[in-house]
């Protein structure tokens, strides 16, 4: 094992954690707040544990084995998480370490999971103002940026010359079950992929100012949507603005961010025919808008006393937020305020995501897809077992290898969200359902649930908190790097 190239990896990750507190830092000084020392504070001590990694360490080889990516990525998203807390341990706002590392894990995971109370926002209740400082507030948001392409993606696109096979780096932290390269080296992949993502957040900023938001509310809010994340800096999330024009724009992004980034640079390059041929775009669209339209119907009535218009709003944004794992609220759906067959469909779609590529959690589509074919071949089969079927997705046949590993990863998929609902429930304070959905909504990476949790994880207790932080890492990872992380044969020396 390349253990000096793992630390100095290890090293350089942590110097570009520091590079990204600097805006947070630059707010904060800027609106006077005493965070300002935190954030810097914070920016120093990766710094100081970053600048030996990366430069005392001297690898003799710069190649990585696909063992060496896995522990790389594992080991980067922990130290992100880790002194990723540091700014609100520091600053006071989050004292308590373990909730520090569960906001700081749910941020990086693009979650949105919060333990924040209703006082710790922006807002003002009650004539006293929130104290959620600007800094804070916008580190807390601007970690579902960093984290929504990925971490080692982001490195690799700052400093391309880091390691000799960096596929095994994106591999093991791209968010779906292919990986396909739009360049032909990994690192220009990963420069253009960050530019359509920052072209699209750019563009969520301007119309959300547009829509009247302030500077501060809109960028913030630009790059919460982008990691499809869903931290807000006001309590009542999207529903505290209160106007129709924020929501749409909101949940025309969220829909963007949900489809693979690679189509958007074909278009770019005029191949228009890989945007409108991609039929994981069209299981989603199908999936999106047809749930959409069965909720509308269902909420119509009784939620929103027979206002088609409103209910179509209030369900194509609950679907949007749902399916691209965002988290952002604009009613409480999650509550008894719905019925429960719209509540129902909602579940169902916690479980699916969005596309591969995208910056969204999820099983992702295009596995629904390949379980939804499968389970058609194996239903024919059962009465013309003789008869010849082969899986096409993309307009290629799929081998039984992919095949395979999608069945694999749906059940251990299911299977860590069941045993994260076992381990919650050892704490004894809430009922099975909202166990169930906080660890559903960790390991899809959505933020919102059902029940106790549908308020915040805040009265959830320590030991909860800390099996949620490792399912949502699980859950951002794709299961394997993780659950591959505590296998013992990746440390044994070969």
């Known amino acids: 094992m390349n253990k000096k190239l793992i630390i100095r990896l290890l090293g350089t990750i942590l110097l570009i954690e520091a590079l990204c507190m600097l805006p947070s830092l630059l707010l904060a000084a800027f609106h006077r707040e005493p965070s300002w020392t935190a954030l810097l504070a914070s920016a120093l001590i990766c710094v100081a544990f970053g600048v030996p990694m990366r430069y005392l360490v001297k690898p003799q080889t710069s190649n990585l084995r696909a063992k060496e990516g896995f522990l790389i990525v594992t080991l980067s998203w922990i130290l992100m998480s880790v002194f990723g807390a540091l700014p609100f341990v520091l600053s006071g706002f989050i004292p308590n370490f373990v909730d520090a590392l569960f906001e700081s894990v749910s941020g990086f995971t693009t979650t949105g999971a919060t333990v924040l109370t209703e006082g710790q926002f922006m807002d003002t209740i009650n004539g006293v103002k929130g104290t959620m400082p600007y800094g804070i507030g916008f580190w807390r948001a601007f970690t579902h940026w960093i984290g929504g392409m990925g971490v080692l993606v982001l490195t690799l696109a700052l400093l391309p010359k880091l390691t000799g096979r960096s596929a095994h780096l994106v591999r093991a932290e791209s968010p779906g079950p292919s990986l396909s390269k739009i360049a032909p080296k990994m690192t220009d992949t990963a420069k253009i992929l960050y530019l359509v993502y920052g072209a699209l957040t750019l563009a969520e900023f301007v119309a959300l100012k547009c829509c009247g938001l302030s500077f501060y509310d809109a960028a913030l809010h630009a790059v919460s949507n982008a990691g499809t994340g869903g931290f807000s800096n006001h309590a009542l999330s999207i529903a505290y603005y209160n106007r129709p024009a924020v929501e749409i724009v909101i949940t025309v992004f969220m829909t963007l961010f949900s489809i693979n980034l690679a189509l958007y640079y074909a278009i770019v390059i005029g191949r228009w025919r890989d945007f409108t041929s991609s039929e994981e775009l069209r299981w989603f669209l199908g999936m999106f808008a047809g749930s959409a339209l069965i909720i509308t119907g269902i909420i119509a009535g009784p939620v929103h006393g027979g206002n088609v218009g409103d209910a179509l709003r209030h369900a194509f944004f609950n679907v949007a937020t749902t399916m691209s794992t965002t988290g952002f609220t604009i009613d409480g759906y999650t509550t008894a305020y719905w019925p429960v067959a719209a509540h129902g469909i909602i579940l169902m779609l916690m479980f699916t995501g969005a596309c591969v590529g995208s910056t969204a959690g999820g099983m992702k589509t295009m596995r629904i897809a390949l379980l939804a074919k499968q389970g058609r071949r ?117």
């Open 378 to 494: 194996e239903i024919v089969r059962t009465y013309s077992p003789r008869r010849v079927q082969r899986v096409r997705f993309e307009g290629r046949g799929i081998d039984e290898r992919m095949l395979h590993q999608v069945a694999v990863f749906g059940f251990v998929y299911v299977a860590l969200v069941l045993l994260g609902s076992m381990l919650i429930s050892f704490d004894n304070r809430f009922d099975i359902v909202s166990n169930f959905t906080a660890s559903l909504t960790c390991v899809s990476n959505i933020g919102p649930c059902f029940g106790a949790g549908a308020a915040g994880f805040a009265e959830f207790g320590g030991f909860s908190k800390v099996v949620m932080s490792i399912l949502m890492l699980a859950g951002r990872l794709e299961l394997f790097p993780i659950l591959a992380f505590f296998h013992p044969d990746v440390w044994r020396r070969v």
